[in-house]
């Protein structure tokens, strides 16, 4: 079970977020769960405006800014602008585990690496030549970085991704198909995350760039010369052709397709299965196949 010290949620919350609490439960420990399953004793938080407080009965609970809360609940109501992002600081405070720096024996390191001495590596790894991995970044086990790839302060890869791969590109000889070969590199920036079986393949001759706060699901497959600006997140099983640029805080939903060489705007929404095949503009939520702007 999951449990935090109510003496110390409540000074995490006035020392580190000035949130003061009113209503304090007279109890030691919260164990934190589902809204559904609250009860006296549980830690809990909605998204909702709108509660039905006869079935509310958590210790602390955490509601939006205009929730309407009863005078005689029993509950101590924290309310907020963003519940969710409260709790999910509270969550980051009391429950991520700090990583244990250095790099496991199982995992192989390539020549002329700058491996900073606080990143973690797990079991399996293989890192190529040339390789910098900056400070404060953890890499989970089975993980491939090729050489001369550049992972910046505070990135998380998870198991099984591979960074740098030869990209896929041919050229018509005489019928047959020859490879071109892929001599440029991958940058992650700051931040960045990584997910599980997710391949980047590197710049034919310069760099897929993936920049600050990027977030990448699972199982997704980002191809060469791709450029990925700031704090934009790919969901899972998105498939990003070659040479696109993808503007910052833009959202690719679970199962896109981008066609290649096409750029995609800032603060774009490209939805669940869409299949882009033509650039978007700024601010504009695009879906179907092929992909449109949605209609107000």
Not at 140 to 147: A, K, L, R, S
Not at 212 to 221: Q, R, Y
Request: charged share 20%; with cysteine; aromatic share 4%.
């Amino acid at each position: 079970m999951n449990k935090i010290n109510v003496k110390k949620l409540v000074e995490f919350l006035e020392s580190n977020l000035s949130v003061k609490l009113r209503n304090i439960p007279e109890i030691n420990e919260l164990e934190v769960t589902e809204l559904a399953q609250n009860r006296n004793d549980t830690f809990n938080w909605s998204k909702s405006e709108e509660l039905n407080w006869s079935e509310i009965e958590s210790a602390i609970i955490i509601v939006p800014k205009n929730c309407r809360v009863p005078q005689k609940v029993k509950s101590c109501v924290v309310k907020v602008g963003k519940p969710r992002l409260l709790f999910t600081k509270i969550l980051r405070h009391f429950f991520v585990e700090e990583k244990i720096s250095g790099v496991m024996g199982s995992s192989v390191i390539g020549e002329n690496c700058k491996i900073d001495p606080s990143v973690s590596i797990g079991h399996n790894c293989v890192i190529g030549n040339n390789v910098t991995i900056s400070s404060g970044t953890v890499i989970e086990h089975n993980v491939v970085i090729h050489d001369n790839c550049i992972i910046n302060k505070n990135c998380f890869l998870k198991s099984g991704c591979i960074i740098g791969g030869t990209g896929f590109g041919f050229e018509k000889n005489n019928g047959n198909n020859i490879p071109i070969p892929h001599i440029g590199y991958v940058c992650l920036g700051n931040d960045v995350q990584i997910g599980s079986y997710t391949c980047i393949d590197r710049g034919t001759l310069g760099t897929t760039e993936i920049s600050d706060g990027v977030k990448i699901d699972d199982h997704s497959f980002l191809a060469h010369n791709v450029k990925i600006n700031s704090n934009c997140i790919i969901c899972s099983h998105v498939v990003i052709c070659g040479s696109v640029v993808i503007g910052k805080d833009s959202w690719i939903s679970p199962g896109s397709l981008i066609r290649n060489g096409i750029h995609i705007g800032s603060n774009v929404i490209v939805g669940l299965g869409a299949t882009v095949v033509s650039s978007v503009i700024d601010n504009l939520t695009v879906v179907g196949n092929p992909a449109k702007p949605l209609k107000s």
